[in-house]
């Protein structure tokens, strides 16, 4: 079955930092993958998705994130945080043709002044 | 763009009582799920529903009902209410199987 790691459960980091939230999936072969974020007392907003390609991709508010086959990672980044990207990041994973999507625990991230 | 709406945005219940959450969505997208969010945690899936009239469970569908009679909305009973169920269900749409989700803002569930 497919499944979704998120090591770290909360994440801390001084504003204007750089950050890395981390992702490892498990499936036989390539699936599509996604980062949603959730701030508090919402629903989910995708930040980016990967489907084929470029394994560099671009999102929203200048997040991007590396699918890296062999690793089987999908790790977020951001070259420097901003106090008002605190909130829950999911990483997420379905498969192509299929219906199911499969998150992570979420990782909890506090930025800090 | 879209939207989707989920109603009441609070539901307070006794404890054996059957509760019913709605969602509507404006995208005319085909997939439609629902999730249990407990605090703190990652999302669950309880029901989604390919098309109009279809049914799929989910990982987590002992204890609910799901109801999906137009395109555009899809509801989700909670057949007899517990103390232990207490939180925030989530309703998402996609435009096709395991593309992108879009979400509603939650239903947060109590039960006294």
């Known amino acids: 079955a497919q499944s979704v790691t998120q090591p770290d459960a909360r994440v801390t980091v001084s504003e204007g930092a750089s950050l890395q939230l981390r992702c490892k999936y498990s499936y036989s072969a390539t699936p599509y993958l996604f980062w949603y974020v959730q701030y508090p007392r919402q629903g989910l907003q995708l930040l980016l998705k990967?489907?084929?390609?470029?394994?560099v991709v671009q999102g929203v508010n200048s997040f991007e994130a590396e699918f890296s086959k062999s690793n089987s990672s999908f790790h977020l980044q951001k070259a420097s945080v901003h106090w008002s990207d605190s909130a829950v990041y999911f990483c997420a994973l379905s498969i192509p043709g299929g219906y199911k999507v499969v998150f992570g625990s979420g990782t909890r991230l506090l930025v800090s002044p | 763009g879209g939207i989707i709406t989920q109603t009441p945005k609070f539901l307070i219940g006794q404890e054996g009582q059957k509760l019913t959450l709605k969602c509507q969505q404006n995208?005319?997208?085909?997939?439609m799920y629902w999730y249990r969010q407990d605090s703190g945690k990652g999302l669950r899936l309880i029901y989604y529903?390919?098309?109009?009239?279809?049914?799929q469970k989910g990982d987590l569908s002992e204890g609910y009902d799901a109801s999906r009679e137009k395109k555009s909305s899809f509801s989700l009973t909670v057949t007899s209410a517990q103390k232990n169920e207490m939180a925030v269900f989530l309703c998402a749409s996609s435009n096709t199987g395991g593309a992108e989700q879009f979400f509603g803002p939650g239903t947060r569930l109590t039960v006294l």
């Open positions: 990967y489907y084929s390609g470029d394994p």
């Open positions: 995208f005319n997208h085909d997939t």
């Open positions: 529903s390919i098309t109009e009239n279809d049914l």
